[in-house]
């Protein structure tokens, strides 16, 4: 493992481009960085909640979205779809996706089931997450814009899957408050 320090700026990106994992270089406006840097931004949404949530359940679960994300960027950055079998912790699978789903049915099946809209809210916490929920959803959606082939499939499914799992993960942090949710 190479232990030199990574260095904060390297000049390489003065000129508006950056690299990707395959080598090429892009314009930093390029539809593909815009994916991974909104992924990065919803990373930092993540990053606050953690800040200042109290729920070790949640904050469990955050620290493992956070180093999916990191994997899911650097899934973006690789467009030649190679860096998965060089770099381990680079990956998402269906499994992933199915510990999501576990971790939905299991917040849906402690809180009352959705009659109504809700508005984004609540605690602190939740409000957090509803925000981060939109961010996620923003980065889907520059995903899917990439189009067919562009990104795995699993890339897409993942974070429509977390923009659920966002939603249920406020409702539980405002449950657990004791906030009330405002319906529409």
Known sequence: MDSRPVPLYTKTGDAGETGLFDGTRVSKSDPRVAAYGEVDELNACLGVVRAHNSDPEIEGMLAELQRDLFALGALLADPRQRIAARVEKATL???????????????????????????????????????????????????????????????????????????????MANARAGVPETEW
């Not at 520059?142 to 974070?159: D, F, H, I, Q, R």
């Open 93 to 171: 699978t269906d499994a992933d996706v199915t510990r999501l789903e576990r971790w939905i049915d299991g917040f849906e099946a402690r809180l009352p089931p959705l009659r109504h809209f809700v508005l984004a809210g609540g605690s602190l916490t939740g409000a957090s997450l509803h925000l981060g929920r939109t961010v996620c959803r923003r980065a889907e959606r520059s995903v899917v814009a990439l189009g067919s082939g562009a990104v795995m499939p699993v890339v897409v499914v993942y974070l429509n899957r977390l923009s659920d799992l966002l939603f249920a993960m406020a409702r």
